[in-house]
Protein backbone atom coordinates (compact mmCIF):
# COMPACT_ATOMS: atom_id res chain seq x y z
CA UNK A 1 0.00 0.00 0.00
CA UNK A 2 1.39 3.65 -0.92
CA UNK A 3 2.22 6.57 1.53
CA UNK A 4 -0.98 8.26 0.35
CA UNK A 5 -3.28 5.08 0.47
CA UNK A 6 -2.24 4.84 3.92
CA UNK A 7 -2.73 8.12 4.46
CA UNK A 8 -6.23 8.39 2.88
CA UNK A 9 -7.23 5.24 5.32
CA UNK A 10 -6.37 6.70 8.38
CA UNK A 11 -8.03 10.30 7.15
CA UNK A 12 -11.55 8.11 6.32
CA UNK A 13 -11.57 6.19 10.17
CA UNK A 14 -11.33 10.14 12.05
CA UNK A 15 -13.29 13.23 11.87
CA UNK A 16 -10.68 17.10 12.48
CA UNK A 17 -11.99 17.71 15.56
CA UNK A 18 -12.70 21.16 14.85
CA UNK A 19 -15.97 20.07 12.54
CA UNK A 20 -17.46 17.81 15.38
CA UNK A 21 -16.83 20.69 17.61
CA UNK A 22 -18.46 23.22 14.68
CA UNK A 23 -21.53 20.74 14.69
CA UNK A 24 -22.32 21.78 18.93
CA UNK A 25 -21.81 25.08 18.44
CA UNK A 26 -24.24 25.38 16.16
CA UNK A 27 -26.60 23.59 18.35
CA UNK A 28 -25.78 25.67 21.38
CA UNK A 29 -26.72 28.99 18.80
CA UNK A 30 -30.09 27.40 18.54
CA UNK A 31 -30.70 26.43 22.16
CA UNK A 32 -30.72 22.70 21.16
CA UNK A 33 -29.83 20.07 24.14
CA UNK A 34 -26.70 19.52 23.53
CA UNK A 35 -26.42 16.09 25.66
CA UNK A 36 -28.98 15.02 24.20
CA UNK A 37 -28.09 15.03 20.91
CA UNK A 38 -24.81 13.38 22.15
CA UNK A 39 -26.60 10.77 23.85
CA UNK A 40 -28.91 10.41 20.45
CA UNK A 41 -25.61 9.85 18.37
CA UNK A 42 -24.44 7.16 20.68
CA UNK A 43 -20.87 9.82 21.91
CA UNK A 44 -18.81 8.47 24.16
CA UNK A 45 -17.59 12.02 25.43
CA UNK A 46 -18.45 15.76 24.81
CA UNK A 47 -16.59 17.03 22.45
CA UNK A 48 -16.51 21.33 23.46
CA UNK A 49 -14.68 20.08 27.07
CA UNK A 50 -13.29 16.62 26.53
CA UNK A 51 -9.30 17.35 25.60
CA UNK A 52 -9.14 17.68 21.59
CA UNK A 53 -5.71 16.34 21.78
CA UNK A 54 -6.55 12.86 22.54
CA UNK A 55 -10.81 12.59 21.50
CA UNK A 56 -10.93 10.37 18.24
CA UNK A 57 -14.36 10.71 16.03
CA UNK A 58 -15.22 8.31 13.60
CA UNK A 59 -16.79 8.84 10.32
CA UNK A 60 -19.88 7.21 11.71
CA UNK A 61 -20.33 8.74 14.97
CA UNK A 62 -19.78 12.86 12.86
CA UNK A 63 -22.35 11.78 10.50
CA UNK A 64 -24.83 10.02 13.53
CA UNK A 65 -23.84 13.47 15.30
CA UNK A 66 -25.38 15.90 11.87
CA UNK A 67 -28.19 13.61 11.80
CA UNK A 68 -29.36 14.44 15.24
CA UNK A 69 -28.65 17.86 15.05
CA UNK A 70 -30.89 17.85 11.75
CA UNK A 71 -33.79 16.18 13.85
CA UNK A 72 -33.55 18.28 16.13
CA UNK A 73 -33.85 21.60 14.25
CA UNK A 74 -36.12 20.06 12.17
CA UNK A 75 -33.85 21.15 9.58
CA UNK A 76 -31.45 19.86 6.66
CA UNK A 77 -29.13 23.04 6.18
CA UNK A 78 -28.71 22.86 9.79
CA UNK A 79 -30.40 26.58 10.46
CA UNK A 80 -27.63 27.99 8.51
CA UNK A 81 -30.18 28.81 5.37
CA UNK A 82 -32.13 31.26 7.20
CA UNK A 83 -33.73 31.87 4.16
CA UNK A 84 -36.14 28.87 4.19
CA UNK A 85 -35.85 25.77 6.44
CA UNK A 86 -34.96 22.69 4.48
CA UNK A 87 -37.29 20.11 6.23
CA UNK A 88 -36.07 16.75 6.90
CA UNK A 89 -36.41 13.84 3.95
CA UNK A 90 -35.53 16.67 1.74
CA UNK A 91 -32.22 15.79 0.63
CA UNK A 92 -33.20 12.24 0.06
CA UNK A 93 -35.98 13.05 -2.10
CA UNK A 94 -34.01 15.03 -4.07
CA UNK A 95 -31.37 12.43 -4.45
CA UNK A 96 -34.21 9.91 -5.42
CA UNK A 97 -35.16 12.72 -8.05
CA UNK A 98 -31.49 12.78 -9.47
CA UNK A 99 -30.88 8.90 -9.47
CA UNK A 100 -32.80 7.83 -12.35
CA UNK A 101 -31.37 10.35 -14.57
CA UNK A 102 -29.41 9.21 -18.25
CA UNK A 103 -26.76 12.13 -17.15
CA UNK A 104 -25.25 14.39 -14.72
CA UNK A 105 -26.48 17.22 -16.75
CA UNK A 106 -30.26 15.81 -16.27
CA UNK A 107 -29.79 14.94 -12.65
CA UNK A 108 -28.43 18.77 -11.65
CA UNK A 109 -32.09 19.84 -13.60
CA UNK A 110 -34.00 17.87 -12.04
CA UNK A 111 -32.92 19.11 -8.60
CA UNK A 112 -32.71 22.61 -9.84
CA UNK A 113 -36.73 22.11 -10.49
CA UNK A 114 -37.38 20.43 -7.60
CA UNK A 115 -35.40 23.38 -4.98
CA UNK A 116 -37.47 25.92 -7.24
CA UNK A 117 -40.58 24.29 -6.52
CA UNK A 118 -39.54 23.97 -3.14
CA UNK A 119 -38.54 27.20 -1.95
CA UNK A 120 -41.78 28.76 -3.67
CA UNK A 121 -43.95 27.36 -1.87
CA UNK A 122 -42.53 28.20 1.01
CA UNK A 123 -42.42 31.88 -0.20
CA UNK A 124 -38.42 32.59 -0.79
CA UNK A 125 -37.21 34.11 -3.70
CA UNK A 126 -33.77 32.16 -4.97
CA UNK A 127 -32.10 32.23 -8.29
CA UNK A 128 -31.07 28.71 -9.10
CA UNK A 129 -29.43 27.93 -12.36
CA UNK A 130 -27.11 25.41 -14.52
CA UNK A 131 -25.09 27.42 -17.05
CA UNK A 132 -23.38 25.63 -19.73
CA UNK A 133 -20.76 26.95 -22.04
CA UNK A 134 -19.78 24.30 -24.54
CA UNK A 135 -17.34 26.37 -26.48
CA UNK A 136 -15.12 26.96 -23.94
CA UNK A 137 -16.28 23.21 -22.78
CA UNK A 138 -17.25 25.16 -19.07
CA UNK A 139 -20.03 24.79 -16.57
CA UNK A 140 -21.57 26.67 -14.09
CA UNK A 141 -23.71 26.29 -11.02
CA UNK A 142 -25.37 29.23 -9.56
CA UNK A 143 -27.40 29.98 -6.40
CA UNK A 144 -28.42 32.92 -4.41
CA UNK A 145 -30.63 33.84 -1.97
CA UNK A 146 -32.58 36.83 -0.54
CA UNK A 147 -31.27 37.32 2.88
CA UNK A 148 -28.28 39.66 2.27
CA UNK A 149 -26.31 38.65 5.43
CA UNK A 150 -22.69 38.09 4.05
CA UNK A 151 -22.54 34.75 6.36
CA UNK A 152 -25.63 33.36 4.52
CA UNK A 153 -23.59 33.31 1.06
CA UNK A 154 -20.73 32.17 2.55
CA UNK A 155 -23.00 29.44 3.67
CA UNK A 156 -25.15 28.87 0.45
CA UNK A 157 -21.29 28.69 -1.75
CA UNK A 158 -20.23 26.12 1.08
CA UNK A 159 -23.56 23.50 0.25
CA UNK A 160 -22.65 24.19 -3.41
CA UNK A 161 -19.08 22.49 -2.99
CA UNK A 162 -21.38 19.86 -1.16
CA UNK A 163 -23.68 19.09 -4.13
CA UNK A 164 -20.89 18.98 -6.48
CA UNK A 165 -19.65 16.46 -4.03
CA UNK A 166 -22.51 14.43 -4.75
CA UNK A 167 -22.38 14.96 -7.82
CA UNK A 168 -19.59 13.24 -8.28
CA UNK A 169 -20.60 10.38 -6.51
CA UNK A 170 -23.02 9.86 -8.88
CA UNK A 171 -21.24 9.50 -11.69
CA UNK A 172 -17.98 7.80 -9.92
CA UNK A 173 -16.00 11.05 -11.40
CA UNK A 174 -13.67 13.82 -8.65
CA UNK A 175 -15.45 17.14 -10.10
CA UNK A 176 -12.70 19.59 -9.82
CA UNK A 177 -14.88 22.94 -9.24
CA UNK A 178 -11.82 25.41 -11.05
CA UNK A 179 -12.70 28.77 -9.63
CA UNK A 180 -15.83 30.17 -7.71
CA UNK A 181 -17.95 33.43 -6.85
CA UNK A 182 -19.49 34.48 -3.84
CA UNK A 183 -22.13 36.94 -3.25
CA UNK A 184 -20.54 37.97 0.26
CA UNK A 185 -17.54 39.69 1.57
CA UNK A 186 -14.56 37.90 1.90
CA UNK A 187 -15.06 36.44 5.55
CA UNK A 188 -12.86 37.12 8.03
CA UNK A 189 -12.03 33.34 8.79
CA UNK A 190 -11.13 31.66 5.59
CA UNK A 191 -11.02 28.15 7.39
CA UNK A 192 -14.84 26.65 6.20
CA UNK A 193 -14.36 28.56 2.22
CA UNK A 194 -10.90 26.94 2.03
CA UNK A 195 -12.03 23.66 2.93
CA UNK A 196 -14.16 23.39 0.27
CA UNK A 197 -12.11 25.33 -2.34
CA UNK A 198 -8.69 24.79 -2.87
CA UNK A 199 -9.27 27.34 -5.87
CA UNK A 200 -9.34 31.33 -6.92
CA UNK A 201 -12.87 32.72 -5.03
CA UNK A 202 -13.95 35.98 -5.97
CA UNK A 203 -15.98 37.81 -3.52
CA UNK A 204 -18.86 40.58 -3.70
CA UNK A 205 -19.84 39.24 -7.19
CA UNK A 206 -23.38 39.12 -8.01
CA UNK A 207 -24.29 35.18 -7.14
CA UNK A 208 -22.87 32.25 -6.00
CA UNK A 209 -21.43 30.05 -8.00
CA UNK A 210 -19.09 26.94 -8.84
CA UNK A 211 -17.35 26.39 -12.47
CA UNK A 212 -16.43 22.79 -13.47
CA UNK A 213 -15.65 21.12 -16.77
CA UNK A 214 -18.80 20.64 -19.03
CA UNK A 215 -17.69 17.11 -19.99
CA UNK A 216 -18.94 15.86 -16.22
CA UNK A 217 -22.44 16.88 -17.52
CA UNK A 218 -22.72 14.11 -20.23
CA UNK A 219 -21.30 11.73 -17.99
CA UNK A 220 -23.84 8.73 -17.06
CA UNK A 221 -25.23 7.89 -13.41
CA UNK A 222 -23.50 5.10 -12.07
CA UNK A 223 -25.10 4.67 -8.61
CA UNK A 224 -28.84 2.96 -7.86
CA UNK A 225 -31.18 3.71 -5.16
CA UNK A 226 -29.78 0.92 -2.82
CA UNK A 227 -26.40 2.37 -3.28
CA UNK A 228 -28.44 5.60 -2.72
CA UNK A 229 -29.45 4.13 0.64
CA UNK A 230 -26.15 3.11 1.95
CA UNK A 231 -24.51 6.72 0.69
CA UNK A 232 -27.17 8.37 3.23
CA UNK A 233 -25.97 6.92 6.23
CA UNK A 234 -22.63 8.53 6.01
CA UNK A 235 -23.76 11.36 3.49
CA UNK A 236 -22.68 14.45 6.28
CA UNK A 237 -19.15 13.02 6.49
CA UNK A 238 -18.97 12.30 2.36
CA UNK A 239 -20.49 15.77 1.53
CA UNK A 240 -18.69 17.84 4.37
CA UNK A 241 -15.56 16.31 5.19
CA UNK A 242 -13.90 13.82 2.38
CA UNK A 243 -16.00 13.13 -1.17
CA UNK A 244 -16.17 9.40 -1.60
CA UNK A 245 -13.58 8.65 -4.37
CA UNK A 246 -14.39 6.05 -6.85
CA UNK A 247 -11.85 3.44 -8.20
CA UNK A 248 -13.53 3.16 -10.90
CA UNK A 249 -12.41 7.12 -11.62
CA UNK A 250 -8.91 7.11 -13.76
CA UNK A 251 -8.39 10.15 -11.93
CA UNK A 252 -8.52 8.32 -8.16
CA UNK A 253 -6.16 5.78 -10.27
CA UNK A 254 -3.80 8.75 -11.44
CA UNK A 255 -3.30 10.09 -7.95
CA UNK A 256 -2.76 6.79 -6.07
CA UNK A 257 -0.15 6.12 -8.81
CA UNK A 258 1.76 9.88 -7.97
CA UNK A 259 1.45 9.45 -4.09
CA UNK A 260 2.20 12.19 -1.90
CA UNK A 261 6.18 12.34 -2.31
CA UNK A 262 7.11 15.14 -5.12
CA UNK A 263 10.73 15.28 -4.53
CA UNK A 264 11.24 13.23 -7.23
CA UNK A 265 10.21 13.84 -11.08
CA UNK A 266 6.58 12.51 -11.63
CA UNK A 267 6.04 10.03 -14.20
CA UNK A 268 5.84 11.33 -17.89
CA UNK A 269 2.57 10.69 -19.52
CA UNK A 270 4.13 7.72 -21.75
CA UNK A 271 5.60 6.07 -18.54
CA UNK A 272 2.43 6.71 -16.80
CA UNK A 273 0.62 4.82 -19.91
CA UNK A 274 2.54 2.04 -19.08
CA UNK A 275 2.15 1.69 -15.51
CA UNK A 276 -1.61 1.84 -16.36
CA UNK A 277 -1.63 -0.30 -19.33
CA UNK A 278 -3.33 1.51 -21.58
CA UNK A 279 -2.81 3.09 -25.00
CA UNK A 280 -1.84 6.80 -25.27
CA UNK A 281 -4.92 7.61 -26.76
CA UNK A 282 -7.21 5.94 -24.20
CA UNK A 283 -5.75 7.19 -21.73
CA UNK A 284 -6.53 10.84 -23.50
CA UNK A 285 -10.07 9.93 -23.90
CA UNK A 286 -10.62 8.58 -20.57
CA UNK A 287 -8.92 11.98 -19.39
CA UNK A 288 -11.22 14.03 -21.48
CA UNK A 289 -14.35 12.37 -20.35
CA UNK A 290 -13.63 13.06 -16.77
CA UNK A 291 -13.13 17.12 -18.09
CA UNK A 292 -9.61 16.77 -17.02
CA UNK A 293 -5.63 16.03 -18.44
CA UNK A 294 -2.70 14.81 -16.51
CA UNK A 295 -1.00 18.12 -16.08
CA UNK A 296 -3.67 19.18 -13.83
CA UNK A 297 -3.90 16.13 -11.62
CA UNK A 298 -0.83 16.52 -11.07
CA UNK A 299 -0.64 20.46 -10.57
CA UNK A 300 -3.90 19.42 -7.86
CA UNK A 301 -1.96 16.99 -6.79
CA UNK A 302 1.05 19.58 -5.50
CA UNK A 303 -1.40 21.85 -4.57
CA UNK A 304 -3.43 19.65 -2.20
CA UNK A 305 -0.29 18.70 -0.72
CA UNK A 306 0.97 22.13 -0.47
CA UNK A 307 -2.27 23.08 1.37
CA UNK A 308 -1.81 20.74 3.73
CA UNK A 309 1.81 21.33 4.81
CA UNK A 310 1.11 25.27 4.96
CA UNK A 311 -1.37 24.43 7.63
CA UNK A 312 1.41 23.04 9.87
CA UNK A 313 3.68 24.78 11.99
CA UNK A 314 7.37 24.85 12.03
CA UNK A 315 7.21 24.87 7.79
CA UNK A 316 8.67 27.91 5.87
CA UNK A 317 7.12 28.38 2.28
CA UNK A 318 10.67 27.61 0.93
CA UNK A 319 10.54 24.23 2.88
CA UNK A 320 6.84 23.58 1.53
CA UNK A 321 8.17 24.28 -2.01
CA UNK A 322 10.92 21.59 -1.80
CA UNK A 323 8.15 19.48 -0.59
CA UNK A 324 6.01 19.66 -3.43
CA UNK A 325 8.65 19.52 -5.98
CA UNK A 326 9.70 23.02 -6.79
CA UNK A 327 13.22 23.46 -6.36
CA UNK A 328 13.12 27.76 -7.25
CA UNK A 329 10.63 29.24 -4.48
CA UNK A 330 9.58 31.94 -6.89
CA UNK A 331 8.12 29.31 -9.31
CA UNK A 332 6.34 28.21 -6.33
CA UNK A 333 4.95 31.28 -5.38
CA UNK A 334 3.13 31.70 -8.99
CA UNK A 335 2.11 28.20 -9.25
CA UNK A 336 0.67 28.52 -5.90
CA UNK A 337 -1.19 31.92 -6.91
CA UNK A 338 -2.75 30.39 -10.25
CA UNK A 339 -4.05 27.62 -8.09
CA UNK A 340 -5.54 28.96 -5.42
CA UNK A 341 -5.92 32.77 -6.26
CA UNK A 342 -3.45 34.03 -3.36
CA UNK A 343 0.55 33.39 -3.04
CA UNK A 344 1.23 30.69 -0.16
CA UNK A 345 2.10 33.54 2.29
CA UNK A 346 -1.38 35.18 2.74
CA UNK A 347 -3.08 31.83 2.34
CA UNK A 348 -1.12 30.63 5.33
Same mark, same amino acid.
Given at each position: ?????????????????????????????????????????????????????????????????????????????????????????????????????????????????????????????? +? %??????????? /?? #????? *??? $?????????????????????????????????????????????????????????? +? %??????????? /?? #????? *??? $????????????????????????????????????????????????????????????????????????????????????????????????????????????????????????
Amino acid at each position: MSKQAVGSALYNESVPMEFTRALLVQARTYNCDVQAILRAARFPFDPLIQDIQTAFVSREQYSRLCLELIRDLGDESGGVMPDVRTPVGTTRLIALSMINSSTLATAMRRAIEFNEVCRVRQGAKV +V %NQLLVDREDKE /AM #LTYLC *EDD $SGEVQHSVLCNLAMWMRFGGWLIGQHIDITSATCAGPKPKFMNGIRHFFPCPVEYGQS +V %NSVTFSARHLD /AE #LIRNE *EGL $SEFLKLAPYYMVIEPLSSTQSITHRIREILGDDFRQEMPSFEELTSLLNMSARTLRRRLEKEGTSYQRIKDNARRDLAISMLSRDGLTVSEVAEQVGFSDPSAFHRSFKKWTGQSPGSYR
